[in-house]
């Protein structure tokens, strides 16, 4: 047993996080604030030359042919440095087309040549095999996508972008997320896969809670060090245990986030029995932490906080928006309280 | 990365589980130290040492079995699931003063006293606070006078856990009253059946009496009985604390979450708020209920990446203290969560030794988890000075 991560998973972890400080630096998500897609076509082709869509693929569809738990790593470095673009849903739908025997289209997305945005049901009748798409749906970072992929409870799909009807753009709270909706008519369902046999789900929500946890770290390392150098009655605020005490509890949730994410991908990639249990368990201790810790770092830093020209806005703006990624806090704790327990 | 056990590792837990199946005592333990308490504890003990369980990860050199954390691990996941009491009176021996002598104490001392706490022959007790010196521990001032070649000891210790059944003490005493106020702290071996030594037992919100305040009216110590360094008992203790808070709390935490699995058991047993439907249907409950699932998962990954640090580096660091915060929390919510699922209920009294077991006494119990060993305040000053290089 070594919950460690290996010097290996740290070498391949920090170069991401090299590459996103230079090529992605969060400043980007205010530049581009007012374009249709949070990332250029440009950068996705250079995180995917990088290997970043591949982690977890197979080696003859491009991958990297790593575990989850290495890919778990990778995405808390883009929670950290909140990295934009769909790369959770591309990643999982490389996953889907490859195990769906679209070998082609995996190895197209893993190279970055085709994005894959992320729809979730907002109303209708539920995916069945073999499709077609129908009903309501909001679309994720779909604005520049050409496939986009359903995760629902009975299994997995993707569905071109341009066949499923008019994608009407919305404001996302999230300045570095694009968000719209639509409604689909009978849209064909490229590859599928029921959840018996793909757990697509417990991937994404292991994904979504490393962003969690990357955002969770982020804004805790933003509120120590600012407690450290903001004076104000002639001390830094963090000898005061009101600021101090705060600090800590952030850093003792971003610790008990990351331990259980780390955790629930080893279940995943060992197929432990209660890996379900343990992906689950992840989400919800992730989001708890990723959302409370901006909330209070909004706070540490006072008026500051407050400020658009600071970046702990858009971590909290974030964390928001992946809570809600595969199924929501509330309906990831019911599914927990549903499971059987850990083993 | 992986949380897979080796063949070995797994046919250890095998044997453990088969070893407590067989030998696990059917006797409730008694509830007070009037009833028997000591005499049930150590002769548990001495079964497990006769077995070849006691010290798993002590060297083999004093008793143990020289086996990793990892193994200690097993035995406490084996050990919860059986539903076994905790045994509270040894746990001074076996997870402050037993890893303290071994991290510490001269060769002489370890030969006599490591054995003996592993074959269930003394229970210790821990005189560290005193009235006067709870959370701001160097302030401590029992005082020890030299004469001859003894210590003449005199002062208070206070909330000193099982100290009417004890042989044995960690007792941190004033040596020299110059200098700065951790210096000048001797941690000694003291036997507490040495004359003038007074014991009175605390009665506590639990109605426990396992709480004790202890008086020195010029007790005589031999210098033989120092551990470390004379002065320089500070630094002995604090090695100490760091094993409690770390490993020392791995078997509670396992507890936990056995807890939270009966709660769940309980919600669906009991009637919920609207008097119809059970509890588990009730919405905030089922939050409450799943949201400590998740936590104590959490808390148990916590657990498991601290032993695998702990195998890479032999001495606990303050990392310890992030868990025993946040077990302390989880432990408090989940108390106070089976108070509100036994609604009425809830105001009559039950023991957490009872069979079934008692809830309201373990709601009442979970407030010294935040308390005892250092308070929560206490581990968010050392996490944030010592972890976060917060300014002090």
């Known amino acids: 047993m070594d919950l460690l991560p290996s010097q290996e998973q740290l070498e391949l972890s920090g170069l991401a996080a090299e590459f996103f400080a230079e090529q992605l630096p969060i400043s980007r998500i205010r530049e581009r604030r007012a374009e249709p897609a949070a990332i250029t076509r440009a950068s996705w082709a250079a995180a995917a030359e990088l290997g970043l869509l591949g982690v977890s693929a197979a080696e003859d569809i491009g991958g990297l042919g790593l575990g989850p738990d290495d890919e778990v790593l990778l995405f808390r470095e883009m929670g950290r440095q909140l990295v934009p673009g769909p790369f959770i849903a591309s990643v999982l739908g490389a996953r889907l087309a490859a195990l769906a025997g679209d070998a082609g289209l995996a190895r197209k997305i ?197 400020t658009d020209e600071h970046n702990a806005h858009l971590y909290l703006k974030r964390a928001h928006v992946l809570d809600h990624f595969f199924c929501d806090s509330r309906m990831s704790l019911s599914a927990l309280l549903a499971a059987d327990p850990a083993q | 990365m992986d949380l897979d056990f080796t063949a070995e590792q797994a046919e250890f837990r095998e044997e453990v589980r088969t070893w407590l199946a067989e030998n696990a005592p059917t006797e409730p333990r008694p509830h007070s130290w009037e009833g028997g308490m000591r005499e049930y504890d150590l002769a548990w003990q001495r079964t497990q040492w006769e077995g070849g369980w006691a010290g798993i990860a002590w060297p083999q050199e004093y008793g143990g079995r020289g086996l990793a954390t990892l193994q200690q691990l097993i035995w406490y996941e ?25 991290a510490r104490a001269s060769e002489q001392q370890k030969a006599f006293h490591l054995p003996r706490i592993l074959r269930g022959e003394d229970i210790w007790c821990q005189g560290f606070s005193e009235p006067g010196a709870g959370s701001d521990l160097a302030a401590l001032s029992t005082r020890a006078e030299v004469d001859g070649d003894h210590f003449v000891v005199s002062g208070q210790k206070i909330w000193t856990s099982f100290a009417m059944l004890a042989d044995y003490q960690e007792l941190l005493v004033r040596t020299d009253r110059g200098g700065s106020k951790h210096h000048g702290i001797t941690w000694l071996i003291c036997d507490m059946r040495t004359p003038g030594i007074e014991v009175r037992p605390i009665e506590t919100i639990e109605g426990g009496a396992e709480f004790c305040e202890c008086f020195y009216d010029e007790v005589r110590i031999p210098m033989a009985n120092i551990v470390g360094e004379q002065d320089g008992g500070w630094r002995v203790a604090m090695s100490t604390l760091s094993f409690e808070r770390g490993t020392g709390y791995t078997a509670s935490q396992v507890r936990l979450a056995a807890v939270v699995e009966n709660l769940i058991e309980l919600a669906k047993e009991r009637t919920g708020p609207d008097g119809r439907r059970p509890a588990i249907a009730d919405e905030e409950i089922a939050v409450r209920l799943a949201t400590a699932r998740a936590e104590v998962a959490a808390l148990r990954a916590m657990t498991y990446a601290g032993i695998c640090r702990n195998l890479r580096s032999a001495t606990p660091g303050p990392e310890g203290s992030m868990l025993k915060l946040y077990f302390a929390e989880i432990a408090k919510r989940v108390a106070t969560l089976a108070m509100d699922i036994l609604g009425d209920d809830s105001l009559r009294a039950t023991s957490r030794w009872g069979r079934p077991f008692g809830w309201t006494g373990n709601y009442l119990y979970s407030f010294s988890t935040s308390i005892g060993g250092g308070t929560s305040e206490i581990q968010r000053n050392i996490i944030g000075d010592r972890v976060l290089g917060l300014p002090r």
């Open chain 2, 78 to 102: 084996e050990y919860a699931k059986a539903g076994l009491p905790a045994i509270d009176s040894t746990f001074v021996g076996l997870n402050h003063a037993g890893p303290t002598l071994i």
């Open chain 1, 110 to 306: 893993v190279a970055g040549d085709a994005i894959v945005g992320l729809a979730q049901r907002r109303a209708g009748v539920e995916l069945a095999a073999g499709g077609p798409l129908t009903g309501q749906f909001d679309l994720f970072d779909a604005s520049d996508s050409d496939y986009l992929l359903l995760v629902e409870p009975s299994g997995a799909g993707l569905v071109e972008t341009a066949a499923v009807g008019d994608i009407r753009t919305v404001d996302c709270i999230d300045p570095g997320t694009r968000l719209a909706q639509v409604r689909a008519d009978g849209a064909p369902v490229a590859c599928w896969a029921p959840a018996a046999v793909v757990p697509l789900r417990l991937r994404g929500l292991a994904l979504a809670s490393a962003v969690l946890v990357g955002i969770s770290q982020a804004v805790t390392e933003l509120s120590v060090e600012h407690a450290k150098n903001r004076v104000q009655f002639g001390r830094p605020i963090g000898v005061n245990q009101a600021i101090k005490h705060a600090c800590v509890d952030m850093a003792v949730s971003t610790e008990a986030a990351l331990q259980q994410t780390l955790f629930g991908a080893i279940s995943l990639r060992s197929g432990r029995p209660d890996a379900e249990f343990q992906v689950l368990a992840a989400k919800v201790v992730a989001g708890r932490a990723a959302i409370d810790n901006a909330a209070h770092c909004i706070q540490v830093h006072g008026g500051m906080g407050y």
